[in-house]
């Protein structure tokens, strides 16, 4: 099932970066995937916040930029250069939130990279 919406996930960002081909803020490109996904009828939440708890108590809060079906977490780069420090936080939402699946979603002018991380 999380296959299925990941790759569904895939296809709308792809849409997103034909349309949009360029180089825009990444507000841009989350407004523009978050219509995308409530236009396919998912579930969608934009900036969805989750509780971080240490032994029983809430301690912190993270935003994911998008959470789609309580299943999928989508992070969203507009960056020139792939790094490692931007996959770090969302493999900590995974553990966090539940959700089965996390993407992040490059948004590099031309080029479109997605990377698909599972727990």
Known sequence: MCEE???QIVGSFIQVHNELNGDFLESCYHNALFSELKSARLNVYYNALFNVFYRGGAVGEFCADLA???????EIKSVRA?????????????????CCVGCMVY???????WKRFAV
């Open 5 to 7: 919406l990941s790759n």
């Open 68 to 74: 789609v079906n309580n299943k999928v977490l989508i």
């Open 82 to 98: 792939l790094s490692p420090a931007h996959e770090a936080p969302l493999l900590n939402y995974l553990h966090i939130s539940g």
């Open 107 to 113: 948004f590099q002018g031309v080029r479109a990279v």
